[in-house]
């Protein structure tokens, strides 16, 4: 993957633009911007931070900042990907102490060895069972008629307490997604590419191309949000209102106007 940092190097030369110039007119200590030009992000502060080191980088020297922060997060979602095969790597390769292996050997015998023993004592128990007894059993059993209403009644007063969201993309997307307040997923998701998230009481969603992706709520479509390229933001699902991002729903979807 190129580099970002070799970029902005060798659009800053071509402008004749030293880093000494950009520290003293954005008031940002010169050693963020060198860490910047050598991809070295474990030095720089944290995310907020860095996102206002890089625009006031790029807005210096002329660059879309837009563009920058793109192949930031790409640079970011790349090395995560890597961080993955590197620990999948290690898992596989990862080998259980013989003296485990046994013990785990003679744990898993002696369950399936338990379930033999019931299945046959219970054989054998219906067998010796006296024709009274069976009889006594079969009088106390249920009537089926009535299962299928007591079935019904726990499906109608069961009420739903959490969301799930799963979102499916087609189109390159950046978007924040907080559940219950917390920062789930922030980024640029690629086409052909899922993610599924779970809330106790709401989803709070910030989108950078609102027809680059479609969506369920607890396995329902959930209705067209915005156009192609277009940027939605604090659009808010809860307990409350999900029906209404549901297809098939007559109510609108209500966000806050776009910043």
Do not use: C
């Amino acid at each position: 993957m190129a580099s970002l940092g070799q970029d902005l190097r060798r659009e800053r030369k071509l402008r004749g633009i030293t880093l000494q110039e950009i520290a003293e007119s954005t008031k940002i200590g010169l050693r963020f911007f060198i860490a910047l030009e050598e991809d070295k992000l474990d030095l720089l502060p944290g995310k907020f931070f860095t996102k206002s080191i890089i625009r006031a980088y790029a807005n210096y020297i002329g660059l879309d900042e837009n563009d920058v922060l793109n192949k930031y997060y790409e640079m970011l979602q790349f090395q995560e990907q890597e961080q993955e095969k590197e620990f999948i790597g290690k898992s596989v390769s990862f080998a259980l102490p013989k003296k485990i292996k046994k013990w785990m050997y003679i744990i898993v015998l002696s369950i399936i060895l338990l379930i033999i023993i019931f299945l046959i004592y219970f054989t054998v128990y219906k067998r010796l069972l006296s024709p009274e007894e069976e009889i006594l059993q079969t009088t106390f059993q249920p009537k089926p008629s009535s299962l299928p209403q007591i079935i019904l009644h726990e499906i109608i007063d069961k009420k739903i307490d959490s969301l799930t969201l799963e979102m499916f993309f087609h189109q390159r997307t950046w978007l924040q997604v907080y559940a219950d307040g917390i920062l789930k997923i922030d980024g640029i998701k690629r086409p052909d590419t899922q993610i599924k998230i779970d809330a106790s009481q709401e989803f709070l969603v910030h989108i950078g191309n609102a027809g680059g992706f479609t969506y369920t709520i607890n396995g329902k479509k959930g209705k067209v949000i915005g156009s192609s390229g277009q940027v939605v933001k604090n659009i808010r699902i809860t307990l409350d209102n999900f029906q209404q991002f549901l297809e098939g729903e007559d109510k609108q979807i209500n966000h806050l106007p776009n910043n």
